[in-house]
């Protein structure tokens, strides 16, 4: 079975500009959550879709945003991007997200540098 | 809210020392508890799990115990190799209800590097 996939796998942009990265969850999983990852911060929860809905989210200012279709392929978008955007991105996905003991297995993310 | 956290790193052994990463979380109910592993430009792999007091996971020598009474899932390795240098992550996931959907809260991380 094909793992999470994620594209690109490298961006540079621009402060000011946006930006939207693909995440390709396992086949059969529905749910898909997002992570940012930096020296700083560490690896903190973005948000979560199940079904083409969001379920849950993190701290993260508006310019933060996803969707996710009916295969349940996923996409983020930042908007106006400043210098502390500048992360790994990683998508994670498993079958159904709710349930305790669910595995998430992660894509090899999606390094963003802004400048 | 969750919350996950690792023994200071970074951790520097010699091949087939004994490995210890320590990790305490605070959580309410049952939460189950992960440690993932990161090698450089990759993303995370799951390492090892246990979802309830007692369990022990264990995947390729590395072992750890889910301990309920002292909020405690530390990794341990009898034996480490240079391939083991990477970073580990601990991780919960909570069963709060919905503030729990999809998510994983995870330590700070902790860099291991093992020397021939």
């Known amino acids: 079975k094909a793992g999470v996939t994620q594209t690109p796998r490298y961006l540079i942009k621009t402060r000011g500009q946006q930006v939207t990265l693909s995440c390709s969850p396992i086949?059969?999983?529905?749910?898909v959550s997002w992570y940012q990852q930096t020296p700083g911060q560490g690896l903190q929860f973005l948000f979560e879709?199940?079904?083409?809905?969001?379920?849950n989210k993190g701290n993260f200012p508006g310019r933060f945003s996803g969707r996710q279709f009916s295969n349940s392929r996923s996409e983020m978008n930042v908007s106006t991007l400043e210098l502390g955007d500048s992360a790994l991105y990683l998508c994670?996905?498993?079958?159904?997200?709710?349930?305790?003991?669910?595995?998430?297995?992660f894509g090899p993310g999606t390094r963003l540098l802004v400048l | 809210g969750d919350s996950v956290t690792q023994m200071e790193g970074p951790v520097t052994l010699s091949e087939e020392a004994f490995l210890t990463i320590n990790c305490t979380y605070t959580?309410?109910?049952?939460?189950?508890l992960f440690w993932y592993v990161q090698y450089p430009g990759e993303g995370l792999q799951l390492l090892l799990k246990a979802t309830k007091a007692d369990d022990k996971g264990s995947n390729k020598g590395f072992e750890a115990t889910y301990r309920k009474e002292t909020t405690s899932f530390h990794l341990e390795k009898g034996s480490v190799q240079v391939s083991d240098s990477a970073v580990y992550f601990c991780?919960?996931?909570?069963?709060?209800?919905?503030?729990?959907?999809?998510?994983?809260?995870f330590g700070q991380g902790t860099i291991l590097t093992v020397h021939p």
């Open positions: 959580a309410t109910g049952y939460p189950s």
């Open positions: 086949s059969g999983h529905r749910s």
């Open positions: 991780a919960l996931k909570g069963n709060a209800g919905g503030t729990s959907y999809g998510k994983l809260t």
């Open positions: 994670a996905s498993s079958l159904a997200g709710v349930l305790v003991q669910e595995t998430q297995y």
């Open positions: 879709y199940f079904s083409e809905t969001q379920r």
